[in-house]
């Protein structure tokens, strides 16, 4: 199985920042990104980072968000500054190359 670990979720407070890390293991990916899911709402595609370096940032975070790849240790990053309430939610990193592999998820909870 291809194994996507993901690292850097937490409590901070709005206004304040976090790192999320992901991991894949054996493959190179075509691309890489996260999306995240809060309770009672349904799925957003965060960010994306395809091979060459181009990136898509979702608009409800462009600005603060950034995406960054490593291909030779196939991880993927996801930089989160100026976080807000609203960005609470579990957040999945995903990895492509002929299909999808999804990461369990890591918790972001960010206080008022």
């Known amino acids: 199985q291809v194994q996507l670990v993901e690292s850097g979720g937490g409590l901070v407070q709005a206004g304040g920042s976090l790192k999320l890390s992901c991991v894949a293991s054996?493959?190179?990916?075509?691309?890489m990104g996260w999306y995240r899911q809060a309770p009672g709402k349904q799925r957003e595609l965060v960010a994306a980072?395809?091979?060459?370096?181009?990136?898509s940032i979702a608009g409800f975070v462009k600005g603060r968000f950034t995406i960054s790849r490593d291909n030779a240790k196939n991880t993927v990053v996801l930089q989160m500054n100026s976080l807000k309430p609203e960005d609470t939610a579990v957040y999945y990193c995903?990895?492509?190359?002929?299909?999808?592999?999804w990461g369990q998820g890591t918790q972001v909870t960010v206080s008022s």
């Open positions: 995903w990895a492509s190359r002929g299909r999808t592999y």
């Open positions: 054996g493959s190179i990916f075509n691309a």
């Open positions: 980072i395809f091979d060459g370096g181009s990136t």
